[in-house]
């Protein structure tokens, strides 16, 4: 009856192993991902969505191969990289990490590796872009002999808008250029608009 009482339990424990085993895979296989943008000078804060109690150490990487913070939960220790510590804050109930004053250097992708004794694992992966805040777009009115007639002018960094109004109906336009920059001239309860925009910021 020892024997197989013991044999009994080391299969017991070998069946709670593989589902340990299993949950850590199930896991690996759910970690989420998502895509950031901010400007210059912003704050972001990178979220895990899920429970980390199962975990004891935490490591954010940035591109592949840049530990920008270490946490180990059983010493409450956080380790910082030298060129993140004055610009990172670490919430160590939920493991999220902000970054501060961010940079365009800052851009490229973020992820929180866990580890226990059994498994490491990627629990959430962040592709951060960080753009130049567009500047205030500039409108040029001419006017025409004809006053109900006039051309505008709407001008942001390298794109340009021309349109045509006659009797306060004008022509409305937009133009794309690569990264999504966008300018567009329009007219609403008879104010014209020029606005410039990226996926970050807008002006006009």
Same mark, same amino acid.
């Given at each position: 009856m020892y024997v197989l009482r013991v044999f009994n339990n080391l299969i017991l424990q070998d069946l709670l192993d593989?589902?340990? %085993? &299993?949950? @850590?895979?199930?896991? &690996? @296989?759910?970690? =989420?991902?998502? !895509?950031?943008? $901010?400007? #210059? =000078? !912003?704050? #972001?804060?990178?979220?895990?969505? =899920?429970?980390?109690?199962?975990?004891? !150490? &935490? /490591?954010?990487? &940035?591109? =592949? /191969?840049?530990? #920008?913070? +270490? *946490?180990? +939960? $059983? *010493?409450?220790?956080?380790?910082?990289?030298?060129s993140y510590k004055d610009r990172v804050e670490f919430n160590e109930e939920t493991c999220s990490l902000t970054l501060k004053n961010l940079q365009k250097n800052d851009s490229g992708l973020y992820k929180i590796e866990a580890s %226990?004794? @059994?498994?490491? /694992?990627?629990? *959430?992966t962040y592709r951060l872009s960080v753009l130049d805040p567009v500047e205030p777009p #500039?409108? /040029?009115? *001419? %006017?025409?002999?004809?006053?109900? %007639?006039i051309t505008l002018t709407c001008r942001g960094h390298d794109l340009s808008i021309n349109s045509t109004c006659y009797n306060e109906t004008c022509e409305e336009k937009e133009v794309t250029s690569s990264g999504g920059v966008i300018l567009s001239l329009s007219v609403r309860d008879g104010v014209i608009i020029c606005n410039y925009s990226n996926p970050a910021s807008w002006k006009n």
């Open positions: 593989l589902l340990d %085993n &299993f949950m @850590l895979f199930i896991s &690996f @296989l759910s970690a =989420g991902s998502s !895509d950031v943008i $901010r400007v #210059v =000078g !912003d704050s #972001v804060q990178l979220e895990i969505n =899920g429970s980390v109690s199962e975990f004891d !150490d &935490f /490591t954010w990487i &940035f591109s =592949g /191969t840049v530990n #920008v913070l +270490k *946490y180990s +939960k $059983r *010493y409450k220790d956080v380790t910082h990289s030298p %226990n004794a @059994l498994q490491t /694992t990627t629990l *959430y #500039v409108l /040029t009115v *001419y %006017n025409s002999t004809d006053p109900c %007639n």
